[in-house]
């Protein structure tokens, strides 16, 4: 894995014969990345599960490298798209603001715990700059900052990067403690934190 990597779980699921071999490689090597690392997980290993030739791998990927950018690329966009959907229903722009926290709270029950998939990337790295990683921060701190602003509140930048470190603590302490709690309480302190803040 290059310094800046840039795009370009244990039982086997049973392919859907009707599906391309590039999806069944990509929902495969994204349920074994999430569950057991993406260092751990060999390519022999997802295209067995993946009922998918060798070949196809470096047809459509290329290289293991790209296959893990096409996960974390694909679950940014899925992140995204999961946000907005549930937006649409929020209330004001601080409720879709605590929304993160509470898909998270989803989320961590859905995945036993195993915290953010981005950090655990980096972490599995170190030195190694994942662009849809950095992206998807990115987005995150600026949806917030922009909902923030539209809230009438002065100086949202600063306060969108409070958040995201809550929420950042959040997802550690969820994963550590195996419990949503750590969650909650990080979407009960954004909620006074930014309510100090309104006009």
Known sequence: MSPTAQPSAATAPQAEPSSRPADRLLRTAAKLFASQGIRAVG????????GVAKASLYSTYGSKDALVL???????????N???QAATEAGDEIDKIL???DLATVAATA???RGCLYANAATEFPGVEFE????????????????????GITE??????????LYDGALVGSKISRSVEPITQARAWAAERIATKLP
Not at 132 to 151: C, F, K, N, S, Y
């Open 43 to 50: 390519i022999d290993q997802i295209l067995r599960e993946a």
């Open 70 to 80: 096409a996960y974390l690329n694909d679950l940014d966009q899925a992140d995204r």
């Open 82 to 84: 999961r946000w907005g």
């Open 99 to 101: 929304l993160f926290f």
């Open 111 to 113: 995945r036993d715990f």
């Open 132 to 151: 849809p990683v950095a992206a998807h921060r990115r987005w995150l701190v600026e949806t917030i900052a922009d909902l923030l602003a539209g809230a």
């Open 156 to 165: 949202p930048n600063n306060l969108a990067r409070q958040i995201q470190l």
